[in-house]
């Protein structure tokens, strides 16, 4: 009896560390289920967040190695900005943007450098908006010292590289009561726009299943990151930890936490073989924890179905994937752009057309025409001016187009501090995935119950 009692306490001891939080986790139903803080008293939502229009959007930039340079060329092409001030690690990089404004017609702006540098940058009351495009573990110290300066913030991909970060980001946003964005550029490339409004206008019926994907061989691109930080990175984490490019548009056509929410994720991945041999010539590491190809799966509340995949080692053509399925049809970007369609579905838009299957991709000639019937509003105001200043052949130029647009017309911004959380929350509940044998884990809410209080993704336009 004695015997059955201990086994017994014992029995009870496994399940109450199962059920209950243990290392910031408990395990619900086979889910890993990660703790929610609770939203502290008197912070409030910033989901539909609007501020008050700014005739003059004024910007100070952070990080001027890769990508920063590129946006404040774009800036300047863009109405009712001021570039008040530049910060870079290394001054010489502050100077090479000055040379950008000097060119454009622009004065010089503050400069800052050094270690600290970005603190007296957020700091200025000359500022509006800090767009931070620095390494991935700066984000989020960068991002929350500015909103806690009053500042919108804008923040290179991901935003945040682990739960704790996706939290600490969003209880900054709700206390600060200003715009922090995650500069997700893929969403506004031309084909994900265009279908976009076509899932939007009802032309794929309801949509059940997206893929996308972030497949691009970075092999002739490692030693372009300042003290090798990015292979670093990838040597001590597991998982899809740059999920977002694939995840943005595949969250927008879902309407996720806009009538929909992620529910769990599984993943699996392969060993490290390509990644490892880098990482063994580069760094002399003996291990590897990012393996080759990563796979993720997710389930959403409305029983639609994502697919993701990460691999930047082996010798792939470059793709993001980008595919939708609905119940009237289909549509596919890598490495063919197409559609498909149930023949009824286009009857009434193309009635003497002939060739229309769904065991297809329809005709050249329609598809060109249905994309041009179905163009983004968006695109079609700015797609010119977007081919002419480039940036990613248009789409950075139209993302940036799009911040300062809802700024200067006090609307809420495309991507809000909630989209931020949700796709760079990927890279860690992918490692914990994989680290508990590829088992469930459940994504975390980070509107605190609010994902269903606004229904449909839509961009916000001033005639609203």
């Not at 100077?95 to 600290?116: K, V």
């Amino acid at each position: 009896m004695k015997n059955s009692s201990l086994l017994l306490c014992a029995a009870f001891a496994l399940l109450l560390a199962a059920c209950c939080g243990r290392d910031g986790y408990r395990v619900v139903d086979g889910k890993i289920v990660f703790d929610t803080p609770a939203r502290a008293e008197g912070q409030e939502s910033v989901l539909g967040l609007r501020v008050d229009p700014m005739e003059t959007v004024r910007v100070g930039f952070i990080g001027l190695g890769m990508r920063g340079p590129g946006a404040v060329e774009r800036f300047t092409y863009l109405e009712g900005v001021e570039i008040n001030a530049l910060c870079d690690l290394l001054p010489e990089r502050v100077e090479a943007s000055q040379a950008i404004l000097t060119r454009r017609g622009f004065p010089r702006a503050a400069e800052y450098s050094g270690e600290e540098g970005w603190k007296s940058l957020c700091e200025r009351d000359d500022i509006d908006l800090v767009y931070i495009c620095t390494p991935w573990q700066l984000h989020v110290p960068m991002a929350v010292y500015a909103l806690e300066h009053g500042k919108h913030v804008a923040v290179e991909v991901p935003a945040a590289m682990s739960l704790d970060e996706c939290w600490q980001l969003v209880d900054a946003a709700e206390r600060a009561q200003r715009h922090c964005m995650m500069l997700e550029n893929c969403v506004y490339d031309f084909f994900e726009l265009t279908t976009l409004n076509m899932a939007q206008q009802g032309l794929f019926g309801e949509v059940l299943h997206v893929e996308g994907s972030y497949i691009h061989n970075l092999e002739p691109f490692w030693d372009a990151y300042q003290g090798n930080w990015r292979l670093s990175f990838d040597q001590a984490h597991r998982g899809d930890v740059y999920a977002t490019h694939g995840l943005g548009p595949a969250c927008q056509l879902l309407d996720i936490h806009r009538g929909d929410k992620m529910n769990y994720l599984v993943s699996v991945d392969t060993k490290s073989v390509c990644g490892a041999a880098v990482a063994r010539e580069k760094m002399g590491a003996e291990t590897f924890a990012n393996g080759d190809h990563t796979l993720t799966l997710i389930s959403t509340e409305r029983g639609r179905t994502i697919l993701l995949e990460h691999n930047v080692y082996t010798p792939r053509p470059y793709s993001r994937m980008y595919q939708l399925t609905g119940t009237e049809g289909f549509a596919n970007k890598y490495p063919v752009e197409g559609y498909a369609f149930r023949p009824e579905q286009l009857n009434a838009e193309f009635p003497d057309h002939e060739d229309l299957s769904y065991h297809s991709f329809i005709p050249e000639e329609v598809k060109e025409e249905l994309m041009e019937r179905y163009r983004h509003p968006i695109a079609s105001s700015i797609e010119a001016l977007a081919r002419e200043v480039g940036g990613h052949g248009g789409m950075d130029f139209i993302m940036d187009y799009r911040l300062v647009y809802c700024l200067r017309h006090g609307l809420p911004l495309d991507q809000d501090v909630y989209d931020a959380a949700e796709w760079s929350c990927i890279g860690a509940l992918t490692a914990a995935s994989l680290e508990h044998g590829s088992q469930p884990v459940a994504i975390p809410d980070f509107t605190r119950g609010d994902w269903n209080k606004i229904q449909g993704y839509r961009h916000a336009l001033d005639e609203e």
